[in-house]
């Protein structure tokens, strides 16, 4: 693709599509699988200037989409990837069986999201994984789960109040020095949103915990060391105008920039198809509450 000179284009986020099997009546689709993205996620990229695709996952019966376009050919096409929250990872994933038949997860999934983290990290583009998609991270490198943060950390605050949502806060607290501590200025404790059951057990390899859960300890945020890959367990999408909530930006513009850098460092391969120069992320005006920020003494 020829692009004039000084022509731009935004950046292009992928991201992983939830599942559902079975679809209320009321939407009309008897018998069908739905594919879709929370509305806030797509958002949190767009308002940052960046272009947010839904990546569709191919299904057990459907091997002939497969046949015609690889996953690798979506990484081609786009800078970033962005997981996302929603149904539990399967414990067959990391080697163990439910507890319960109600945490028995989505192995479809899985296989389909394992796929894709694992071809954006080899194409050295950023990765960012939502509540699940920290927990799926941390798996893809031979980590484990708690099944259910209640039935065994029976120490630990409630993460997850079906009623409350998102409205379920709780404070953390970031590892001194930590990258995700660099990046929200040397903050070292904020408050965010808690809607899961399950949380990181054992550290996958080249994993580091970057926050905690103030209370309890429970981990909070991850990062690969070998590459850009980053999880939160919290959803950064829901925080929104919420002034008592981390500001979601900073995650969001670190990952960008990261994106970005990945683009121009490709650009000039012989592959690239699209050379023009991808816009730098939009930063967005935030002022938090004077209770939000906790710098590091010293």
């Known amino acids: 693709m020829n692009s004039p000179a000084g022509a731009t284009r935004p950046l292009r986020i992928g991201i992983s599509a939830r599942l559902m099997y079975q679809v209320p009546a009321e939407l009309g689709f008897k018998n069908k699988t739905l594919q879709y993205l929370e509305q806030s996620l797509a958002h949190w990229i767009m308002e940052h200037g960046a272009m947010a695709f839904m990546i569709p996952a191919v299904a057990e019966d459907s091997r002939r989409a497969a046949r015609h376009l690889s996953v690798v050919e979506y990484v081609n096409e786009l800078d970033g990837l962005v997981l996302q929250g929603g149904a539990d990872v399967a414990p067959q994933t990391y080697g163990q069986e439910p507890l319960d038949p109600r945490w028995a997860g989505d192995a479809v999934r899985d296989r389909y999201e394992l796929a894709l983290l694992r071809a954006f990290l080899q194409h050295g583009k950023p990765v960012i994984g939502v509540c699940r998609g920290c927990q799926l991270l941390n798996v893809a490198f031979g980590g484990t789960l708690y099944q259910d943060v209640a039935t065994q950390c029976p120490h630990a605050q409630p993460h997850v109040d079906p009623d409350l949502y998102d409205r379920l806060e709780h404070e953390v607290t970031f590892v001194p020095g930590s990258r995700l501590a660099q990046i929200y200025r040397g903050a070292l404790r904020l408050r965010v949103t808690s809607i899961h059951h399950q949380a990181i057990r054992q550290l996958g390899r080249d994993i580091e915990v970057e926050a905690v859960s103030s209370e309890d300890g429970v981990i909070e945020a991850i990062r690969w060391t070998k590459g850009y890959a980053r999880g939160v367990q919290w959803h950064p999408e829901f925080h929104g105008d919420r002034r008592t909530l981390a500001d979601s930006s900073?995650?969001?513009?670190?990952?960008?920039?990261?994106?970005?850098?990945?683009?121009?460092?490709?650009i000039d391969h012989a592959e690239c198809a699209d050379r023009r120069v991808p816009r730098p992320p939009l930063r967005l005006p935030f002022e938090p509450a004077p209770e939000q920020m906790h710098p590091v003494d010293g």
């Open 250 to 266: 900073p995650i969001m513009l670190d990952f960008l920039t990261e994106a970005r850098a990945a683009a121009l460092r490709l």
